[in-house]
T-cell receptor
Framework: TQLLEQSPQFLSIQEGENLTVYCNSSSVFSSLQWYRQEPGEGPVLLVTVVTGGEVKKLKRLTFQFGDARKDSSLHITAAQTGDTGLYLCAGSITGNQFYFGTGTSLTVIP | SAVISQKPSRDICQRGTSLTIQCQVDSQVTMMFWYRQQPGQSLTLIATANQGSEATYESGFVIDKFPISRPNLTFSTLTVSNMSPEDSSIYLC???????????FGPGTRLTVT
């Protein structure tokens, strides 16, 4: 059983559209991270959130950590083809080990 | 940040043999981890590589099958022993500096067992 469930599992959208990816758990995390992974590469860290209710923005990407620190969301505005990839959330309880979500495969169509 | 390299990048092995994957970090790190990933899917933590002591394995993974070494603060190896086709996967090494909430990954080793 995966500690973190992501939805949707697959997402295919047109360039310019907006999208939201969700990461949910019944566990409380001390921090939560979002990664993007492209084929043949390791995951690349996008953001770390540590405070309940925290919102962070990275250009067109907005990340939110739930008030109870059990869930998170990633919102992409005006998606571009370069956003295509596998998006992974990862939660840490102790600050050392990270447990990954089920993953969301995003395809942005030109 | 930390730059992590892995060797080999890919390999095709026969069942029953063993493969050792190397992970090198460009700076000293506190924690190193080994993950397994099926293409397009999520990562599953195999174990935490502890410097100077035995690795800590997650449920479903055992030392006899996945022996791990961590001789210093910049290097670790993972051996996949007595391989079967079910071991075909991408194996990823990662590192963080302990409590800093940042984790960096190597490019992965794509293993195919025939």
């Amino acid at each position: 059983t995966q500690l973190l469930e992501q939805s949707p599992q697959f997402l295919s959208i047109q360039e310019g559209e907006n999208l939201t990816v969700y990461c949910n758990s019944s566990s409380v995390f001390s921090s939560l991270q979002w990664y993007r992974q492209e084929p043949g590469e390791g995951p690349v860290l996008l953001v770390t959130v540590v405070t309940g209710g925290e919102v962070k923005k990275l250009k067109r990407l907005t990340f939110q950590f739930g008030d109870a620190r059990k869930d998170s969301s990633l919102h992409i505005t005006a998606a571009q083809t370069g956003d295509t990839g596998l998006y992974l959330c990862a939660g840490s309880i102790t600050g050392n080990q990270f447990y990954f979500g089920t993953g969301t495969s995003l395809t942005v169509i030109p | 940040s930390a730059v992590i390299s892995q060797k080999p990048s890919r390999d095709i092995c026969q069942r029953g043999t063993s493969l050792t994957i190397q992970c090198q970090v460009d700076s000293q790190v506190t924690m190193m981890f080994w993950y397994r990933q099926q293409p397009g899917q999520s990562l599953t933590l195999i174990a935490t590589a502890n410097q100077g002591s035995e690795a800590t394995y997650e449920s479903g993974f055992v030392i006899d099958k996945f022996p791990i070494s961590r001789p210093n603060l910049t290097f670790s190896t993972l051996t996949v022993s007595n391989m079967s086709p079910e071991d075909s996967s991408i194996y990823l090494c990662s590192a963080n500096r302990g409590g800093m909430n940042e984790q960096y990954f190597g490019p992965g080793t794509r293993l195919t067992v025939t």
